[in-house]
């Protein structure tokens, strides 16, 4: 890895940090899933390190609780994703959209698998259907968002990547 790439995925990590942090006063609406997505078609397997950098910020600034741990998993399964079922470039926006939607419905069920392993299936269920109405927001926020901002985003990305 050179210093430019190491660099360059720090500020990636940051402007992951910083787009959840400044959306955070609107429930689950955030841009962490769409940006994952550019990073992953963009910028290949540097993903992983500027998304264990942003789990680590998380941690450090929320405090590394139950569902810190959870995020270790549940955040790659995205970039997992892309790299399986994304073969076209560029992507189609509305694929893109749909995907990030999907993700943002099952992200409580994902998170829902720590609970499962630490207090059992009961606390698991009861866990994840009380989160039910949150993953409606957040899977219509990714689509949303994903929907408006892929295009844009993506030519920005690619093209600040050839420089």
Not at 69 to 79: D, E, G, Q, R
Not at 84 to 99: A, G, Q
Request: with cysteine.
């Amino acid at each position: 890895m050179t210093t430019n790439e190491l660099v360059r995925d720090a500020l990636l990590a940051a402007i992951l940090f910083v787009s959840q942090v400044s959306l955070a006063w609107i429930s689950n609406v955030e841009l962490v899933s769409l940006l994952l997505i550019l990073y992953t078609l963009v910028f290949k397997k540097h993903v992983w390190l500027i998304l264990y950098v942003f789990i680590v910020l998380e941690g450090l600034v929320y405090g590394f609780g139950l569902w810190w741990f959870s995020y270790l998993y549940v955040w790659p399964i995205l970039p997992a994703a892309v790299f399986l079922f994304i073969r076209v470039t560029p992507p189609k926006p509305f694929v893109i959209s749909i995907l990030s939607g999907i993700f943002g419905m099952l992200f409580g069920l994902f998170c829902a698998l720590s609970y499962l392993v630490l207090a059992g299936p009961g606390a698991a269920f009861i866990w994840w259907t009380a989160g039910i109405p949150f993953d409606i927001v957040h899977g219509i926020g990714n689509f949303v968002l994903s929907l408006i901002l892929f295009s844009p985003l993506y030519r920005l990305l690619t093209a600040l990547n050839r420089i």
